[in-house]
């Protein structure tokens, strides 16, 4: 059974930096496509950006391009969102998400799915 273990949320100041971390055992996740996603209090849970399972091609929405960046390690199996320019507005549980065949920013499309790591950015 694949596992998606999140790490590294906190509590950070506006204009701060955070590095979150997804394990993944179980599976062969260097095979899998790889997403971040955020659900912020009283919201739907919102894409974030993914990352193709070779690493070849990332995307990002448009509200954290050139604030966010995901990579990842495959010999690792980990993925890893690292966030410059925090705002207020970023704070979320963040989730990281996998699938083997899906790219798209519907939760629905991703099998494998973290437990979650909060961000707070404080103002």
């Known amino acids: 059974q694949g596992q998606l273990v999140e790490s590294g949320g906190g509590l950070v100041q506006a204009g701060g930096s955070l590095r979150l971390s997804c394990a993944g055992s179980?599976?062969?996740?260097?095979?899998?496509?790889m997403a971040w996603f955020r659900q912020a209090p009283g919201k739907e849970r919102e894409f974030v950006a993914l990352i193709t399972w070779s690493g070849a091609t990332t995307y990002n929405v448009d509200s954290v391009k050139g604030r966010f960046t995901i990579s990842r390690d495959n010999a690792k199996n980990t993925v890893y969102l690292q966030m410059n320019s925090l705002q207020p507005e970023d704070t979320a549980v963040y989730y990281c998400?996998?699938?083997?065949?899906?790219?798209?920013?519907?939760?629905?499309?991703?099998?494998?799915w973290g437990q979650g790591t909060q961000v707070t950015v404080s103002s």
């Open positions: 998400a996998a699938d083997r065949f899906s790219i798209g920013g519907a939760v629905n499309q991703w099998e494998y």
């Open positions: 179980g599976r062969t996740f260097s095979l899998y496509h």
